[in-house]
Every structure is written in C-alpha cells, then in structure tokens.
C-alpha cells in the first residue's frame, strides 16, 4: 500500500524560478528519501533525511521534514528544463533487519524553457 | 555511485510464455535486491525483497508462483514472469540495497505481452 503522497500531481513553472514539492506520509518512518524519475527510465536517488534532521541540502535541492505533521518537502531552487520529471518521495520504515520503500504517486514537474 | 543493470530493456513475448528479467549489481554486492512494478503514470509498487541465498518475501497479492525470484548469487538477482497474459504488461524495475537505508535502482524492463 501507499504511504507517501505527493502535492501537487503536476507542476509547471517557467526556468529559473523554484519548484516546491510536498509529500505527507501516515506512520512512523526511519527516513525518507526523494527520488527522480525520467519518462521510461529507471529512478535516480536524490537526497534522504532521517526521521531525527529536520533539513538538509544538496546542491540546488533542499529538503525539509517535519515529523509532528508526518510530511516533508523538497525545493528545487533556480530550476532547469532539465529538471523535467517525476519526483516521488518514498519513506522507509525497518521491518526487522531490512527496510523497504513505499513511494508515494508522484509529481510531475514540467519546466519550460 | 553504485550501478545497477537489467537486461533486457524491452521484451515483448506472447501470451503463455516465460520471461525472465536480470537485475545486476556492477560495482558492489547486495545481499537484498527488490523488484518493483510500475503502471503508466502511476507509483512504483514493491513487488518482493530478494534475499541472497534464501526465499524471496513477497508482499501481499503477489503471486509467488507468477513472480519466480532468484538471487543466487550477491550480484544477481532474476525475475521470472511464468505464463504470462496481457495483464502482466507493465514496467519492471529493480533495485539493490548498498549498505541499510540506500537502494540504487536498474533502468527498467518494458514487458508488453500480446
């Protein structure tokens, strides 16, 4: 079953503003990660935050989670046509030694040149 | 970082047949690899954790007599889809655990059965 879920479904913005993505999830998680996803390709790793950081950055990404409201955020900051895409969050929770993912349904991200 | 393959890319068989799918870890070993399933358009849906040298766990409503899986070795991991019908066209995608919280995902496997 689904955990995350994203807000907005699609997004469009024009380059060089800021993309802002939520995701809000419904238990207790270990972490949660956000991932990229070009149409037919398989999923790029982009940034994971633990349930104990509040924010953290990586180039022109920044991530924010809030546990108390279970949701989390990520910011693309000065956008670029090559970040067209669909951005998933997935949060991961440890079911004995192993942890698994459970992605949410995903933004899509248009930015136009 | 950490590369992950599946072969074939595209594979397109007839309805009844078997379809095997290979996930690979090129530069590192994993001892738990997973098979997702993706519908256009929509979320990635695990599918099972593959687990080096033991029984694969599937998750609830997974047929494990559809979805054969076999990780034999800490670099391969294969998924086999028996008998397959129309409605097991859908893009397959796998991933392998590098240490406890990461997973570095294949590219995919388009599976369209006629």
């Known amino acids: 079953s689904q955990q995350g879920e994203e807000d907005p479904q699609a997004l469009s913005i024009q380059e060089g503003e800021n993309a802002t993505m939520n995701c809000s999830y419904k238990t207790s998680i270990n972490n949660l990660q956000w991932y990229r996803q070009n149409s037919g390709r398989g999923l790029v790793h982009l940034i994971l935050i633990r349930s104990n950081e509040r924010e953290k950055h990586s180039g022109r990404l920044r991530v924010t989670l809030d546990t108390s409201k279970k949701s989390s955020s990520l910011l693309i900051t000065a956008s670029r046509a090559a970040d067209t895409a669909s951005y998933f969050c997935?949060?991961?929770?440890?079911?004995?030694?192993?942890?698994?993912?459970?992605f949410g349904k995903g933004i899509t991200l248009s930015v136009r040149p | 970082g950490a590369v992950v393959s599946q072969h074939p890319s595209r594979v397109i068989c007839k309805s009844g047949t078997s379809v095997k799918i290979e996930c690979r870890s090129l530069d590192f070993q994993a001892t738990t690899m997973f098979w997702y399933r993706q519908f256009p358009k929509q979320s990635l849906m695990l599918m099972a954790t593959?687990?080096?040298?033991?029984?694969?766990?599937?998750e609830q409503g997974v047929e494990k007599d559809k979805f054969l899986i076999n990780h034999a070795s800490l670099t391969l991991s294969t998924l086999t889809v028996t008998s397959a019908h129309p409605e097991d066209s859908s893009f397959y995608i796998c991933?392998?655990?590098?240490?406890?919280?990461?997973?570095?995902f294949g590219p995919g496997t388009r599976l369209t059965v006629l």
């Open positions: 991933s392998a655990r590098l240490g406890t919280d990461t997973q570095y």
């Open positions: 997935a949060t991961a929770a440890y079911t004995g030694a192993n942890s698994k993912l459970t």
């Open positions: 593959s687990n080096e040298g033991s029984k694969a766990t599937y």
